[in-house]
């Protein structure tokens, strides 16, 4: 019995190591019978939800990384936001900018009209100004259609801005444009008719030069000669009824535009597609001078998708599409842009630039001089020339026939800055001037003394110098910090996702060898309790009988002898 009772105090698990029996209970699978996916997966034979949530984020992230790093997702976000639809941030822009956009006159004004046309002098011309104006515009009757266009209109406001100009009630001395361009056009009559003209204009006082406040010639005076026109020409060559440089730019203009979207293709986004209704300008015969294939200013077609270093830019004023050539990149408000401007030979003579031939007229065969555009068509027939101010880059005979003028490259030459992922430009002034070409009419009294001369009479800066606050936070967005930000996003998407996989992979290993190595303990334990039990079980049952023999011995007082005989 001491025996037995010594075993079942023996625990159940050493038992079982002891005989070698299996217990009935199902353990753990083992480190080594356990696949790599359910050892990350679970613990201890159960599926751990937390480290199945990281493995998934890991993944995710390392998947979301890759898929980025290998396609243009930014660019689809940039265009969807860019092409003209309604609602877009661009349409927005387009259909109302909201940009500080200012016209600033200059007007030549004559000092010496006198010695001029008595004396041979040449004209002194002193520049008047700035007269500055703000300009308030919006595209109205917009339509959209099926092809990738949409048409418009412009509804422009000029205001007077004082606090920038001079007075607008300064008066100036100036050729008097009816009276001049009436009397060349008389040159190609019969004599008999340009006497007539000669008695009628003489009896109606008119003079070679007029004396006007700068507001009256930019928005217009009363000219008899400019009602009787506006009253009896037909209506292709009508003028309006005053005469007035800028007259006809307030209000909705008459022009119907048609420009691209860019839903068909980003190379041609913002460029028109048709013009009243024609897919030609109808100034001139031939192409390219008929070309409509260009900006009306706002959008221009993004240098990253055309891979082009020309742009064109196309204005009523100027009847003509004008290339803008890519000089270099700037900075702009910490956003990048490229300078535009134009070509040296835009206003050369056929000989050197042959796309010029076709705006010599039909008829008239002889171009002029390098520096000049003819701009007639636009404007009802007048022998009015464009060119840049203060005759820069012209003919050098165009300037000393004329005192006062002074050509200088930052103040005259035209440029355009166009951030070019977008084709949206940051700042633009386009600066031109409007000459009359007088041809000396001997045979009427009133201008018999008025020489043969190109006359500069204004000259214009339109333009923006700055962004409104929101479109500058859209375009910086858009181009600088999105590619900084995007390439940190996808390969910091890469990297998240390797570390949070590799940290659940460290951790797992470290589980897997915490558990063995508290196995193999364990195993030793039950060895060495194994090995205690069968050694010593015998040294403790004779102590322990040991231990009652002697007990037994010293608390019995008075032996019996029978139990002697009997213990024997």
């Known amino acids: 019995m001491g025996l037995h009772k ?38 201890q034979g159960k599926v751990n939800h937390g480290r199945l949530a990281v493995i998934v984020v890991g993944l995710f992230t390392l998947a979301m990384g890759i898929i980025l790093s290998s396609i243009p997702w930014l660019d689809y976000i940039i265009l969807k936001n860019l092409r003209l639809v309604n609602g877009s941030l661009s349409y927005h822009y387009w259909q109302r900018p909201g940009v500080i956009r200012l016209t600033k006159v200059y007007i030549y004004n004559v000092t010496n009209p006198d010695g001029f046309l008595n004396n041979g002098e040449k004209p002194k011309l002193t520049e008047i100004g700035p007269f500055v104006y703000r300009e308030d515009m919006e595209k109205v009757n917009i339509k959209f259609h099926d092809n990738g266009t949409v048409t418009f209109q412009h509804n422009k406001i000029l205001q007077f801005v004082p606090e920038l100009s001079l007075d607008k009630n300064s008066r100036v001395i100036v050729p008097n444009i009816p009276l001049l361009t ?16 000669s008695i009628m204009l003489r009896a109606m006082g008119l003079e070679p030069f007029v004396n006007v406040t700068a507001e009256e010639f930019i928005f217009g005076y009363d000219d008899t000669l400019v ?25 909705t203009l008459n022009e119907v535009s048609t420009i691209y979207t860019g839903h068909t293709a980003m190379e041609e986004f913002g ?26 200013g706002s959008f221009f077609p993004p240098r990253k998708y055309t891979h082009s270093d020309v742009v064109h830019v196309y204005d009523k004023d100027l009847c003509r599409i004008i290339p ?114 007088v041809e000396r009419s001997p045979n009427i009294y009133s201008v018999a003394k008025f020489p043969d001369i190109v006359f500069p009479i204004i000259w214009l800066q339109e333009g923006i110098t700055e962004l409104t606050p929101s479109i500058r936070h859209w375009v910086y967005l858009a181009t600088t910090v999105a590619e900084v930000s995007a390439p940190i996003f996808e390969y910091g998407s890469i990297v998240s996702g390797i570390l949070i ?39 403790l049952l004779i102590i322990r009988d040991s231990y009652s023999l002697l007990n037994n011995v010293n608390t019995d007082p008075d032996p019996d002898p029978d139990d002697e005989d009997d213990g024997v």
């Open 6 to 43: 010594q075993y079942l105090k023996v625990g159940q698990s050493a038992k079982n190591r002891l005989f070698g029996v299996k217990p009935w209970r199902k353990t753990p699978a083992s480190p080594e019978g356990t696949s790599a996916v359910q050892m990350l997966i679970s613990e």
């Open 324 to 437: 803008l050539h890519f000089r270099g990149m700037t900075t702009k408000n910490g956003i990048e842009a490229g300078i535009y401007t134009p070509p040296e030979d835009i206003f050369d003579l056929p000989e050197r630039q042959p796309d010029n031939k076709c705006y010599c007229g039909e008829n008239d065969k002889t171009c002029p001089a390098k520096g000049l555009q003819n701009i007639a068509p636009c404007q009802f027939g007048a022998p009015a020339y464009l060119s840049f101010p203060h005759f820069y880059q012209a003919d050098p005979a165009l300037l000393e026939a004329v005192e006062g003028l002074k050509p200088e490259k930052e103040k005259h030459q035209t440029y355009f800055l166009i951030q070019p992922n977008l084709g949206v430009p940051v700042e633009g002034q386009v600066r031109v001037q409007f000459n009359l070409k």
């Open 182 to 197: 009436l009397t060349t056009q008389s040159n190609s009559l019969p004599r008999l008719v340009r006497m007539t003209l």
């Open 501 to 539: 996989l590799v940290g659940v992979f460290i951790k797992t290993y470290k589980n897997v060898v915490f558990t063995k190595e508290a196995l193999e303990k364990g195993k030793e334990t039950l060895r060495r309790g194994s090995s205690f039990i069968i050694n010593g079980q015998h040294r």
């Open 271 to 296: 460029y028109m597609d048709k013009l009243n209704g024609l897919d030609h300008l109808p100034y001139w015969p031939d192409s390219p001078c008929n070309n409509i294939r260009a900006s009306e």
């Open 227 to 251: 009602s009787l026109a506006h009253k009896f020409f037909p209506k292709h060559r009508r003028p309006l009824s005053r005469m007035g440089l800028l007259l006809g730019r307030n209000g």
